[in-house]
Nanobody, 121 residues
């Protein structure tokens, strides 16, 4: 019904930049918020950044000043600009969205498949 497709991950040297994108598609009535999580093996998912439909943003402390989340509501797409990347930023990054579909309008949280970000030293 609703799909999230991420792109933009890859391999970059420390100090470099990447821009992640996540596009939501399907029978979408509205999207309350979109965000990015990261997950390492054996650890729970951690919120990296989120943005509401009104543009309110939130970041984990370790990325403040380096990462910027933005959203294009018309395209149902969220972006994560990642600058000054460090090896510790190496993770699978997962896109998430709380979506109300056209038929029920009930909010449901969806997840993308994840995109790998690897930062080498």
């Amino acid at each position: 019904q609703v799909q999230l497709v991420e792109s933009g991950g890859g391999l970059v040297q420390a100090g470099g930049s990447l821009r992640l994108s996540c596009a939501a598609s399907g029978s979408i009535f509205s999207i309350d918020y979109m965000g990015w999580y990261r997950q390492a093996p054996g650890k729970p998912r951690e919120l990296v950044a989120s943005i509401t439909s009104g543009g309110y943003t939130n970041y984990v402390d370790s990325v403040k000043g380096r990462f910027t989340i933005s959203r294009d509501n018309a395209k149902n797409t969220v972006y994560l600009q990642m600058n000054s990347l460090k090896p510790e930023d190496t993770h699978v990054y997962l896109c998430t969205a709380r979506v109300r579909d056209t038929y029920t309008t009930i909010p449901i949280t969806y997840w993308g498949q994840g995109t790998q970000v690897t930062v080498s030293s």
